[in-house]
């Protein structure tokens, strides 16, 4: 099982639309969990930290499951500016590669 | 702030070529890595720094150097190029704090080899 796995997609969904990722981790001890969002030909750039009860930003809602070991993304209302790769990034709790990154999900809002 | 810059943004080098990524950061950050980018891959991790003086290899580390003589600086050196470095080179910084890192990307270099 890979350390990190998420859908590719694409997911094309039309604007205004909710849009649901998962992820899922193969380390039971790792300890910290993030969104990061890339566009294209660009840089990752962190969307929000995903913590243990669930959070909030926005239009976006990350949750974790630590017993089924995946973590999710939400994204509510999607905007043509949604558009994006969204990377799931997990800590390892030991060795020499600190952060994991997932391939990523691509999303494309149409109008 | 700059955050982090990256020199070249685009470099063409043929085969047996050596060359040096630049990176640097104003942040004050302890953690820098260098991770390079291919389709259907992600992100891999090739060297990382905890602070000056101080590296280690990460996932795919043959081809590449670095050192990292000061806190701001954490160069890439491609020993003999190949065209399986072809590839996105991202460069990033973090503090450490809490076992909690967020992760500041540099805009990238486009190496192309042949």
């Known amino acids: 099982r890979k350390e990190v796995e998420q859908d590719p997609g694409p997911f094309n969904v039309p604007e205004g639309a909710t849009v649901a990722f998962n992820c899922t981790y193969s380390?039971?001890?790792?300890?910290?969990f993030f969104w990061y969002r890339q566009d294209c030909r660009k840089e990752p750039k962190l969307l929000m930290s995903?913590?243990?009860s669930g959070n909030e930003d926005g239009r976006f809602t990350a949750q974790l499951n630590r017993a089924s070991q995946y973590i999710s993304l939400l994204i509510r209302d999607s905007k043509l500016s949604d558009s994006a790769t969204y990377l799931c990034v997990v800590t390892r709790p030991s060795g020499n590669t600190p952060l994991v990154f997932g391939k990523g999900t691509r999303l494309s809002v149409i109008a | 702030n700059a955050g982090v810059t990256q020199t070249p943004k685009f470099q063409v080098l043929k085969t047996g070529q050596s060359m040096t990524l630049q990176c640097a950061q104003d942040?004050?950050?302890?953690?820098m890595s260098w991770y390079r980018q291919d389709p259907g891959m992600g992100l891999r991790l090739i060297h990382y720094?905890?602070?000056?003086?101080?590296?280690d290899q990460g996932e795919v580390p043959n081809g590449y150097n670095v050192s990292r003589s000061t806190t701001e600086d954490f160069p890439l050196r491609l020993l003999s190029a190949a065209p399986s470095q072809t590839s996105v080179y991202f460069c990033?910084?973090?503090?450490?704090?809490?076992?909690?890192?967020?992760?500041?990307f540099g805009p990238g270099t486009r190496l192309t080899v042949t």
């Open positions: 995903v913590y243990s």
């Open positions: 990033a910084s973090s503090y450490r704090t809490g076992g909690i890192y967020e992760q500041y």
């Open positions: 720094s905890v602070g000056a003086g101080i590296t």
């Open positions: 380390n039971s001890a790792s300890q910290s």
């Open positions: 942040m004050n950050h302890e953690y």
